[in-house]
């Protein structure tokens, strides 16, 4: 929980926010009253949201993982939220020490702490950029952003668990932001979706979002697969977070929990 006496200048404490929420969701302490409570509404309709976001951070895990071990060495993390256990850089480098990270996110909370986080072995070669993913040009023109990333090789665009606070035109800007990648890079996305939820439950968690800094936009399978076009998705495509390379015995056979789809494609050499 943060220090109910500290009052981060120039930012609102009062309007939950949805990184400081999912913070809260992982047992983070970099959250406010406001945030709290937001949070504790949507656990009323998701009770098992704590699950729900674990799952995603798990995926985050196998698949930097995968791409490390497919030879990925930079990786640009856009819509990075709090710092917490297997960061990016973290996971990258456990199997490729000379892995190049850049972080982008647009909340200043974020920031303060992503930077915070730049102590210790292996980060010289992490960054963290201040982006709004609305405008993908400047976010990969950015002078930190090309001074850390080679787009002459291959680089990952991480876009978790962030789309689905785009309201319009997400796949634009998605086609937008990876534009200048080269082939043999790759595009990793979660997206939240109402699949599995009861009906009546959705509108209740869009309406807390609502009044938050981030509306949200929950999207159904068939509307997330065009985010990815360009790409062809590596197996088993566009499943559920928690059915991506997990190992057999723990895929699920019946309704899943994880609230979230997950995908990682490759631009074809």
Do not use: C
Not at 162 to 180: C, K, N, T, W, Y
Not at 192 to 210: F, G, H, I, L, N
Not at 242 to 249: C, I, N, V
């Amino acid at each position: 929980m943060a220090d109910e006496g500290w009052k981060p200048v120039g930012i609102d404490t009062t309007t939950p926010n949805a990184a400081r929420m999912y913070d809260f969701f992982l047992g983070g302490k970099d959250n406010f009253p406001a945030d709290r409570a937001a949070a504790e509404k949507i656990l009323e309709y998701v009770p098992e949201v704590h699950h729900v976001v674990r799952q995603n951070r798990a995926f985050l895990a196998r698949a930097v993982r995968h791409l490390a071990e497919n030879g990925i060495r930079q990786f640009i993390d856009i819509g990075t939220g709090l710092p917490t256990q297997n960061n990016v850089h973290e996971v990258a480098q456990g199997f490729l020490p000379d892995s190049r990270v850049v972080y982008v996110d647009n909340d200043p909370v974020v920031l303060a702490h992503a930077r915070a986080l730049l102590t210790g072995e292996g980060t010289g070669e992490v960054a963290v950029v201040e982006g709004d993913l609305h405008e993908p040009e400047k976010i990969m023109s950015d002078p930190a952003v090309r001074s850390m990333i080679d787009f002459d090789e291959p680089v990952a665009l991480l876009l978790l668990a962030v789309l689905h606070f785009i309201q319009d035109e997400p796949a634009g800007l998605v086609a937008r932001l990876s534009a200048p990648l080269p082939p043999g890079s790759y595009l990793v996305i979660t997206h939240a979706t109402p699949q599995d939820s009861r009906a009546e439950d959705v509108p209740k968690v869009m309406e807390v979002y609502a009044s938050s800094t981030s509306p949200v936009t929950l999207r159904e399978r068939d509307e997330i697969l065009p985010f990815f076009e360009g790409f062809d998705l590596v197996d088993p495509g566009l499943v559920y977070v928690s059915q991506w390379h997990t190992e057999p015995d723990r895929v699920l056979s019946g309704p899943d929990r994880s609230r979230a789809y997950g995908g990682v494609a490759r631009r074809p050499l």
